[in-house]
């Protein structure tokens, strides 16, 4: 059991948007993912504390993706409602960040938004667990925040995947609970 200060916590919720949580993911759906997501936010908010949504967008065809050279680049053909989160419009409170990278503080008012509102503990959960979700906890982790990563609302493209990053990443550099697992106070 996690207990955490309402005040001066943020969950952070990666990349569950309309283009993403509908691809075939592992060990759980985008759907779950976003229902379990949803129930954590709520409790949180009803706490007082404060909701972050991030989306991905890399603009039209892929305009503002990362230019460097890959061996697998990303398609950039996407549905025009790609970035829309399926829930719209969110709770006022929230604040919403977007990116263009897979990390969630890079580019991004994150770490400002952060800040500015007191925030100590960061709670991350959303999609994919080796690219986002992972990305943005190393980068909360180097920020000097304390971490706490949702392990049945995260997912990827395989177990084996999300297994590896929760067995011998995240718990190097964060906490890691069930969404049932975590009081806020």
Known sequence: MIELSAKTTALVLVDLQRGILGL???PWTGQQVFDRSLQLASRLRSAGGQVVRVKVD???N???SPSGLVDQPSSSARPADFSQFPDEPLPA???VVTKRHWGSFHGTTLDLELRRRGIKTVVVAGIATNMGVESTVRSAHEHGYDVVVVSDATTTF???MNTFAFEHIFPRI???AACDEITFL
Do not use: I, M, Q
Request: glycine letters at 12%; zero cysteines; hydrophobic letters at 45%.
């Open 93 to 95: 409170e929230d604040v």
């Open 58 to 60: 890399f603009g039209d």
């Open 158 to 160: 395989s177990a084996a």
């Open 62 to 64: 892929g305009k503002l």
């Open 24 to 26: 075939s993911l592992a």
């Open 174 to 176: 964060s906490r890691v």
